[in-house]
């Protein structure tokens, strides 16, 4: 079965400061890689994906990620933080296609709080 | 502009009684979700419809039923509402799953709570 586990539950973070949002996942077959974002009181967006390639993928609002099959990790980064990026984040995965749709299963999330 | 809509955001039900969440999608996709998270928790699977064909998630309590009368529309129903019941309740849209097509569209979700 797959899991996904965000190790921090919590990271503050002052302004224009660089932050790493930690993902390993377990999985005994190829998945799909996802980082979805929550607001307050607000659905999930997308944030960026990693289906195959690269290793290194680029996303909205300055995040990227890098996705490692040795470590089975897919962190997420942003060079410099605003205040508006504060916000919960989730890892996900997927399997590919001819498995259960695009079933999402979520790690616990991550909120991340940038201090002025 | 809105492209998943989910009424009510906010929704207040007594122990036991029925209550229904809505969803409706203007993207025409085939494939409807119905996540539940729980507070500081992970969004959960319950089920999804592939057009018309329903597909529960195992663990998913028989409490929880849902229904999608056409493209547009699907619903949840709790028959039973129970304290540990009260969560988000997330639904989404995608195309069929191919490496194509990976992206699933939320709505803002439903906060549900029991008293």
């Known amino acids: 079965a797959q899991s996904v586990t965000q190790l921090d539950s919590q990271v503050p973070v002052f302004e224009e400061a660089p932050v790493e949002l930690r993902c390993n996942y377990s999985?005994?077959?190829?998945?799909?890689l996802f980082w979805y974002v929550q607001y307050p009181n607000q659905g999930l967006q997308l944030l960026l994906k990693y289906l195959s390639g690269s290793t290194l993928v680029k996303g909205i609002n300055g995040f990227e990620a890098e996705f490692n099959k040795s470590q089975t990790s897919f962190h997420l980064r942003k060079p410099s933080v605003h205040i508006s990026d504060t916000a919960e984040y989730f890892c996900?995965?997927?399997?590919?296609?001819?498995?259960?749709?695009?079933?999402?299963?979520f790690g616990k999330g991550t909120k991340l709080s940038v201090k002025p | 502009d809105a492209m998943v809509i989910q009424n009510p955001r906010y929704q207040v039900t007594q122990f036991g009684k029925p209550v229904t969440l809505s969803c409706s999608q203007t993207l025409n996709h085939n494939v409807m979700y119905w996540y539940q998270q729980k507070s500081s928790q992970a969004p959960k699977l319950l089920f999804h419809y592939y057009d018309k064909d329903f597909n529960n998630e195992a663990d998913t309590p028989d409490n929880f039923q849902s229904r999608r009368p056409n493209t547009s529309f699907c619903f949840l129903d709790i028959r039973s509402p129970g304290l540990g019941d009260a969560a988000m309740y997330l639904c989404a849209t995608s195309r069929p799953w191919t490496e194509l097509n990976t992206e699933a569209f939320f709505g803002q979700g439903t906060r549900l709570t029991v008293v």
């Open positions: 996900a995965v997927s399997y590919h296609y001819g498995g259960s749709q695009g079933n999402l299963i």
């Open positions: 999985s005994s077959v190829s998945v799909y």
